[in-house]
């Protein structure tokens, strides 16, 4: 049998476990094995992560892989970023760890930067400003429980830790700390000082594509398990499905599309310059030595709230089709506001933005799909136009991946508004690029320009060309409109 690569693949709503091969025509086959749900809850006063039932559900996916015929695997994690347990002198954590949507930190950036100014932090550490980074968690975190942590682990590599034994701290999830230097690629002391705690407190940083180790042995006794090599991958899940987008040549963008959107490009050295520091863009470290220079954007968060709302009314299918039956650009909203980050009723948070500054307030199912997509699209299209000044230079086409590949309307519509020709494809971008490090790092596959080429041969790709003069100025309208309402996560 070939070697068979195990993705573990986790968002903030839900993980999976997806097996990965290379079949007879060198082409990436992936099959779902196991998947479960997730999600935060509130405990002693806080939104937590439930870490150990998020671990039992690998190995119980293992458990499946097992049953399946395969008796030896490799495997690798990838999660969300900023998020981390504190684990303490005895080598178990102290607490569950918090989610970077917890209030606590509301105000953290405007405390931390009284004294150190941010154009300081952006040229120290190149990544943007967002509230929930872990600069700002670590600045409002627990001191007592900081005073007995003997190691920072990122979610990803706290589940390998607890899987192997082994303690790394990887670079692709590492640098959304923001409390990597840019120029040393190490963590800066005095951040690092700042927040109250030291580099001895972080396992050594180690580059996607690094072995970890076999799982424990008693994980092998309570759970029916192959054997099982662990690769530390880019844990990183944006890192992932960036390594996984199948992008050609050097004009190209990346829209990773699903809770959060994160619009950039791959570059080779970092961008922290004034206009990047500007725009509040991102150098994220990324996997074989480049960097994810990008933004985030809200994304299908906004949407995935108001399907929990409706329920099993709709289904996201549904209510796309019924989106497409409504006139779009009915009203312009700052999907980055802060308010859409976590609010009781997001339905009712877009209703009272709408009224707040004088638009047309959607009230049917449709009318409040097409308002996020029309919103979504015409803030891609800003960001574009953005990257493009950033680096002077054209980007011709964008690259999107994840679930938000398959929204052909909301697809189409960034392409005529960022007058760019989208390649949509794969939706499993985070998995295939999870795998495909794997697989390099075996020597399975020869290099990230060979891997994307085998991605591209492997998965059907759906191209949108821009609509001359569909939507003609309705984008200038939109950044009028941002000019003057625009409080985005700063």
Not at 250 to 262: I, Q, V, Y
Not at 312 to 324: K, P, T
């Amino acid at each position: 049998m070939e070697n068979a690569y195990v993705a573990v693949d986790i968002g903030a709503s839900s993980g999976r476990l997806m097996l990965a091969e290379i079949n007879n025509q060198q082409q990436i086959q992936l099959k779902e094995m196991h998947r479960f749900k997730n999600g935060f809850k509130k405990a002693d006063g806080h939104d937590r992560w439930n870490i150990d039932y998020l671990i039992h559900e690998i190995l119980t996916g293992l458990e499946k892989i097992k049953a399946a015929g395969y008796q030896q695997v490799y495997l690798g994690i990838d999660t969300w970023a900023v998020d981390y347990v504190l684990v303490g002198q005895d080598g178990k954590k102290l607490a569950d760890p918090i989610s970077y949507r917890d209030h606590r930190t509301d105000h953290a950036i405007a405390d931390l930067t009284s004294d150190l100014p941010k154009s300081y932090l952006y040229k120290k550490t190149g990544i943007q400003f967002l509230d929930f980074n872990t600069l700002y968690q670590l600045y409002e975190e627990n001191e007592a429980l900081l005073e007995q942590t003997k190691q920072i682990m990122m979610i990803p590599d706290y589940i390998g830790y607890v899987l192997t034994g082994k303690a790394v701290t990887e670079v692709t999830n590492a640098s959304t700390t923001q409390m990597l230097n840019l120029q040393g690629r190490l963590f800066d002391e005095d951040l690092l000082a700042k927040v109250n705690v030291h580099d001895s407190q972080f396992a050594k940083l180690v580059e996607a594509g690094t072995p970890l180790g076999q799982i424990s042995a008693n994980w092998m006794e309570s759970f029916d398990l192959p054997e099982t090599q662990v690769i530390t991958v880019a844990t990183h899940d944006t890192a992932s499905a960036v390594v996984g987008t199948p992008g050609v040549g050097h004009d190209w963008a990346f829209l990773s599309s699903g809770t959060w959107s994160l619009l950039g490009t791959e570059l080779n050295t970092p961008e922290n310059g004034q206009l990047a520091f500007e725009n509040n863009y991102t150098n994220e470290w990324g996997a074989y030595g480049t960097y994810r220079f990008l933004k985030n954007i809200m994304g299908l968060w906004i949407a995935q709230c108001v399907k929990r709302i409706y329920g099993d009314q709709y289904s996201f299918s549904e209510l796309a089709s019924l989106a497409g039956q409504e006139k779009p650009f009915q009203q312009f909203i700052d999907i980055n506001d802060e308010r859409f980050v976590n609010p009781d009723n997001m339905i009712e948070e877009i209703q009272q933005y709408c009224r707040e500054t004088g638009q047309a307030v959607p009230e049917m199912p449709g009318e409040i799909m097409m308002a996020i997509y029309s919103n979504l699209a015409l803030f891609y299209a800003n960001e574009v136009q953005k990257l493009d000044a950033i680096l002077d230079c054209h980007l011709n086409t964008l690259n999107i991946v994840g679930g938000g590949s398959n929204i052909a309307l909301l697809n189409q519509m960034t392409s005529t508004l960022a007058n760019v020709t989208v390649v949509a494809g794969p939706n499993e971008a985070t998995a295939v690029g999870n795998a495909l490090v794997q697989m390099i790092s075996t020597g399975d596959v020869q290099d990230l320009k060979a891997g994307r080429q085998m991605i591209a041969n492997s998965f059907d790709l759906k191209r949108f060309e821009p609509e001359a003069d569909q939507y003609a100025g309705v984008l200038k309208r939109y950044q009028d409109f941002l000019n003057g309402h625009s409080k985005e996560l700063v």
